[in-house]
């Protein structure tokens, strides 16, 4: 089946928004399709951005009608948003987040948490399904001769940060949709490729063979790092992805939190007590006063207005203001502190007992996060095995905060900072505009990209893959037995390609699910596979969520022990396929599939 | 505008009376003038540039307001900027200081609701207080003052207009009752 169009969907945290690019145009152009959906009681409008809110009606309530469909109890986009505020307990917000926490069942009904009784629970890839199915329904009634995404090619957008796991998950959800044509992207290299289409061809007089793109990416929940090189390729140019950073949950969301918090501890000196709904419009207040202070160099402050919650608008309304000193204090020196670049991020030890919560970055300040990311990829030193460890030369912006020039302007002047101390030239600003739409349209261009249409970044997995052994040792009381970890995919493995067999032998018990520790190394580039590690560094190797295997009895005895090898492959659509295969075969190529997102164990935080 | 083709009577009607219009009427014949050199933007917006029913000639056109529209909009800037809420209520009693923080309020989601679903522009871009000059009456510029004489008008503007060049309400789904432009709230505990 030959597909119309390539489309690209952001699938984020706090927004969702798909592009689209006519395959058969002879100069293709990427469009953003607005959404359908409902952004009040009973009114259906088109916006270009899909809030990520998934909202549960009550039995008080009508149906959420869309006009594909008259009797839905359920709804995405403004409304949920809005009325989550207003009910909070029947509302899904973050399910990105979710889906790439080990720490609940991603396939298991448990979101909303704390709902009511009334509400059925859904899976965190239930509710990713839901916003791509909603997406699916708005192209369909936007474009009605053109069928649906399922017969498109699509590009889904993922954190580079995203582990095997939660890639996994995202494009069981796709498939869930229907979405038969899916490859994943990272979202840094999607926001490169909307910088490059926007800049057509003329980009390649801004960047050089050589030249290192830093991008910096903060969206409303997340902020994702990575490396772009300009390489010389075959006599042109060509560009490689070299490295990404951790799964960081800290964005926008956060910052005007914090704000509000400042404001509402002012007022409650003040003696005026703010109630759940008066927070929550406070956040929303401080956003757009801090859009204002951000943009308008002049103002010294903003009033901030809690409107009474009643009719009588004057009278019961309370009035605070955020001023300028408290937007640099908070904002910037809390979030984008000018630190050195040997200022790494403060770890919080984890309690042993946790609430079932999202693991929130425990240190708010971006630029250290920063400073860890290029201490360990841009300014290692050569000697500690980390492969071509060199500095930016150029940085992109991505992601919704930055649109305020005073924060963009922080990062860059901190970055120079570190690159001229270590005696390295400054790092220029590649020009990027419409950050928020941009990584929907980077994804489309990607497809055309794919049909020959454009340079492609290469880059391969983002990560080397280990499963954890046990070493053989007699078991002492209190101690762990040591874990050794065995290479099973090297770093930076192309789409569609084969890791080499690991000669090692593992023991599994047919009939039983055998679990093993899983772990991915960003730093570790040259291990090959089968490599096996006694040690490694802090920080060097991070544990994922665990994987699990179940050998069907079929031909065998349950209970019996088989031999096998673990094999890696990437597969076409950019997901890391782990199989294990019978050292001695009972058919030809036996070989089982290994689940790799099941529930993290809670004692394996590393 | 969609353009359709009139049947042959109608056209024998519409030719013998436009014949009169356009010996009566200058800004009609200006009108098919610029018809005749395909001036006529397609734009539904703009007026419309011929009337085709012969009723139109006769009496003023008339239409009822298309309430379900002004009451969307109601709700719009309620539910924006609690615009009703201001509005409705006795502000004499207050002082300055407090009805300024609530138009802050007002302003600001009104200005979010209208900018999210409206183009509005000025209808002139010429600064206000500068002298102007109109070359032919138009309904586009209002005359006020010492209103006599014949085009070309000279004067100073003293407001630029609005003009909404596109607007785009939401689509209505299901039962609603667009009266109800606020429904109470009542907080469960």
């Given at each position: 089946?030959?597909?119309?169009?390539?489309?690209?969907?952001?699938?984020?945290?706090?927004?969702?928004?798909?592009?689209?690019?006519?395959?058969?145009?002879?100069?293709?152009?990427?469009?953003?399709?607005?959404?359908?959906?409902?952004?009040?009681?009973?009114?259906?409008?088109?916006?270009?951005?899909?809030?990520?809110?998934?909202?549960?009606?009550?039995?008080?309530?009508?149906?959420?009608?869309?006009?594909?469909?008259?009797?839905?109890?359920?709804?995405?986009?403004?409304?949920?948003?809005?009325?989550?505020?207003?009910?909070?307990?029947?509302?899904?917000?973050?399910?990105?987040?979710?889906?790439?926490?080990?720490?609940?069942?991603?396939?298991?009904?448990?979101?909303?948490?704390?709902?009511?009784?009334?509400?059925?629970?859904?899976?965190?890839?239930?509710?990713?399904?839901?916003?791509?199915?909603?997406?699916?329904?708005?192209?369909?009634?936007?474009?009605?001769?053109?069928?649906?995404?399922?017969?498109?090619?699509?590009?889904?957008?993922?954190?580079?940060?995203?582990?095997?796991?939660?890639?996994?998950?995202?494009?069981?959800?796709?498939?869930?949709?229907?979405?038969?044509?899916?490859?994943?992207?990272?979202?840094?290299?999607?926001?490169?490729?909307?910088?490059?289409?926007?800049?057509?061809?003329?980009?390649?007089?801004?960047?050089?063979?050589?030249?290192?793109?830093?991008?910096?990416?903060?969206?409303?929940?997340?902020?994702?790092?990575?490396?772009?090189?300009?390489?010389?390729?075959?006599?042109?140019?060509?560009?490689?992805?070299?490295?990404?950073?951790?799964?960081?949950?800290?964005?926008?969301?956060?910052?005007?939190?914090?704000?509000?918090?400042?404001?509402?501890?002012?007022?409650?000196?003040?003696?005026?007590?703010?109630?759940?709904?008066?927070?929550?419009?406070?956040?929303?207040?401080?956003?757009?006063?801090?859009?204002?202070?951000?943009?308008?160099?002049?103002?010294?402050?903003?009033?901030?207005?809690?409107?009474?919650?009643?009719?009588?608008?004057?009278?019961?309304?309370?009035?605070?203001?955020?001023?300028?000193?408290?937007?640099?204090?908070?904002?910037?020196?809390?979030?984008?502190?000018?630190?050195?670049?040997?200022?790494?991020?403060?770890?919080?030890?984890?309690?042993?007992?946790?609430?079932?919560?999202?693991?929130?970055?425990?240190?708010?300040?971006?630029?250290?996060?920063?400073?860890?990311?290029?201490?360990?990829?841009?300014?290692?030193?050569?000697?500690?095995?980390?492969?071509?460890?060199?500095?930016?030369?150029?940085?992109?912006?991505?992601?919704?905060?930055?649109?305020?020039?005073?924060?963009?302007?922080?990062?860059?002047?901190?970055?120079?900072?570190?690159?001229?101390?270590?005696?390295?030239?400054?790092?220029?600003?590649?020009?990027?505009?419409?950050?928020?739409?941009?990584?929907?349209?980077?994804?489309?261009?990607?497809?055309?990209?794919?049909?020959?249409?454009?340079?492609?970044?290469?880059?391969?997995?983002?990560?080397?893959?280990?499963?954890?052994?046990?070493?053989?040792?007699?078991?002492?009381?209190?101690?762990?037995?040591?874990?050794?970890?065995?290479?099973?995919?090297?770093?930076?493995?192309?789409?569609?390609?084969?890791?080499?067999?690991?000669?090692?032998?593992?023991?599994?018990?047919?009939?039983?699910?055998?679990?093993?520790?899983?772990?991915?190394?960003?730093?570790?580039?040259?291990?090959?596979?089968?490599?096996?590690?006694?040690?490694?560094?802090?920080?060097?190797?991070?544990?994922?969520?665990?994987?699990?295997?179940?050998?069907?009895?079929?031909?065998?005895?349950?209970?019996?022990?088989?031999?096998?090898?673990?094999?890696?492959?990437?597969?076409?659509?950019g997901t890391l396929k782990l199989e294990a295969i019978a050292q001695t075969p009972l058919v030809a190529d036996e070989r089982w599939q290994i689940e790799l997102s099941v529930r993290h164990g809670s004692s394996s935080d590393a | 505008m969609t353009v359709t083709s009139l049947p042959l009577l109608s056209r024998i009607w519409l030719s013998w009376l436009t014949t009169f219009r356009i010996l009566f009427d200058g800004r009609f014949a200006a009108q098919v003038l610029a018809l005749r050199a395909g001036q006529v933007s397609d734009d539904s917006s703009a007026p419309p540039a011929l009337p085709i029913t012969p009723a139109d000639s006769a009496r003023a056109h008339s239409r009822p307001p298309a309430a379900d529209a002004a009451l969307q909009l109601l709700a719009l800037l309620q539910r924006e900027g609690r615009f009703l809420d201001f509005v409705q209520q006795d502000v004499a009693a207050f002082p300055d200081a407090e009805i300024g923080a609530a138009a802050?309020?007002?302003?600001?989601?009104?200005?979010?609701?209208?900018?999210?679903?409206?183009?509005?522009?000025?209808?002139?871009?010429?600064?206000?207080?500068?002298?102007?000059?109109?070359?032919?009456?138009?309904?586009?510029?209002?005359?006020?003052?010492?209103?006599?004489?014949?085009?070309?008008?000279?004067?100073?503007?003293?407001?630029?207009?609005?003009?909404?060049?596109?607007?785009?309400?939401?689509?209505?789904?299901?039962?609603?009752?667009?009266?109800?432009?606020?429904?109470?709230?009542?907080?469960?505990?």
């Open positions: 089946m030959s597909s119309k169009f390539v489309v690209g969907i952001d699938l984020g945290t706090t927004h969702s928004a798909l592009a689209m690019a006519e395959l058969s145009a002879t100069d293709p152009h990427v469009t953003v399709l607005e959404i359908e959906q409902l952004v009040g009681a009973g009114a259906v409008a088109k916006r270009a951005l899909l809030p990520s809110f998934l909202y549960f009606a009550h039995e008080s309530e009508p149906a959420l009608a869309l006009p594909w469909d008259a009797e839905r109890r359920f709804c995405v986009g403004e409304l949920a948003r809005s009325r989550g505020a207003e009910a909070p307990q029947r509302v899904i917000a973050s399910a990105k987040s979710w889906l790439s926490y080990g720490g609940i069942d991603r396939r298991a009904g448990n979101l909303p948490l704390g709902a009511p009784d009334d509400i059925e629970k859904i899976s965190p890839v239930e509710t990713s399904f839901r916003f791509l199915d909603h997406l699916n329904e708005a192209f369909r009634a936007a474009r009605p001769a053109d069928g649906d995404l399922s017969e498109q090619e699509v590009v889904l957008t993922v954190p580079a940060s995203f582990d095997a796991g939660a890639r996994d998950l995202t494009v069981e959800a796709a498939l869930a949709a229907g979405f038969e044509q899916v490859t994943l992207l990272e979202e840094p290299q999607a926001a490169l490729y909307a910088w490059i289409e926007r800049n057509g061809d003329a980009w390649r007089s801004h960047l050089h063979a050589g030249d290192r793109v830093l991008v910096v990416d903060i969206g409303g929940g997340t902020t994702d790092f990575s490396l772009i090189d300009a390489v010389e390729q075959e006599g042109s140019l060509g560009l490689s992805r070299v490295a990404v950073g951790d799964h960081i949950l800290l964005g926008g969301d956060n910052m005007d939190l914090a704000l509000a918090h400042v404001v509402g501890q002012e007022l409650a000196e003040q003696g005026k007590e703010l109630d759940r709904f008066q927070l929550g419009a406070l956040a929303h207040a401080c956003r757009s006063a801090k859009e204002k202070l951000l943009s308008d160099a002049s103002l010294q402050e903003v009033a901030v207005v809690l409107p009474s919650r009643g009719s009588q608008l004057l009278g019961g309304s309370i009035r605070g203001e955020l001023r300028r000193d408290q937007v640099e204090r908070y904002l910037l020196e809390g979030f984008f502190p000018a630190v050195a670049a040997t200022d790494l991020p403060k770890v919080r030890a984890r309690a042993g007992l946790t609430q079932v919560g999202l693991p929130y970055a425990s240190d708010a300040a971006i630029t250290k996060h920063l400073a860890a990311f290029l201490a360990r990829h841009a300014f290692a030193e050569p000697a500690t095995g980390a492969a071509d460890s060199r500095p930016p030369t150029a940085i992109l912006f991505n992601g919704g905060v930055l649109k305020a020039e005073i924060l963009r302007t922080r990062v860059i002047d901190t970055l120079n900072g570190w690159l001229e101390q270590r005696g390295s030239a400054k790092a220029r600003v590649l020009p990027g505009e419409d950050l928020d739409l941009a990584v929907a349209r980077g994804a489309a261009y990607y497809g055309l990209v794919r049909h020959g249409r454009g340079l492609r970044i290469r880059g391969g997995t983002a990560r080397a893959y280990y499963v954890g052994i046990e070493s053989p040792m007699p078991a002492l009381p209190g101690l762990e037995p040591p874990v050794f970890a065995l290479c099973v995919a090297p770093f930076g493995m192309e789409e569609g390609t084969q890791a080499a067999l690991p000669p090692q032998e593992l023991f599994v018990v047919v009939g039983e699910p055998v679990t093993f520790r899983f772990f991915g190394s960003s730093t570790r580039r040259s291990d090959p596979a089968g490599s096996v590690l006694e040690r490694w560094r802090p920080g060097e190797l991070e544990e994922l969520p665990k994987i699990e295997l179940v050998l069907p009895p079929a031909g065998r005895a349950a209970g019996d022990v088989v031999a096998v090898h673990l094999q890696a492959s990437v597969t076409a659509i | 802050r309020v007002v302003h600001e989601g009104c200005r979010r609701a209208i900018r999210a679903h409206a183009r509005v522009v000025s209808v002139r871009t010429e600064a206000e207080g500068a002298p102007l000059t109109l070359e032919r009456a138009s309904e586009d510029v209002k005359l006020v003052g010492n209103v006599a004489g014949s085009a070309p008008f000279r004067g100073v503007l003293r407001h630029r207009g609005w003009r909404v060049e596109e607007l785009k309400l939401p689509t209505m789904v299901g039962e609603h009752d667009l009266t109800l432009v606020a429904p109470a709230e009542l907080e469960l505990s």
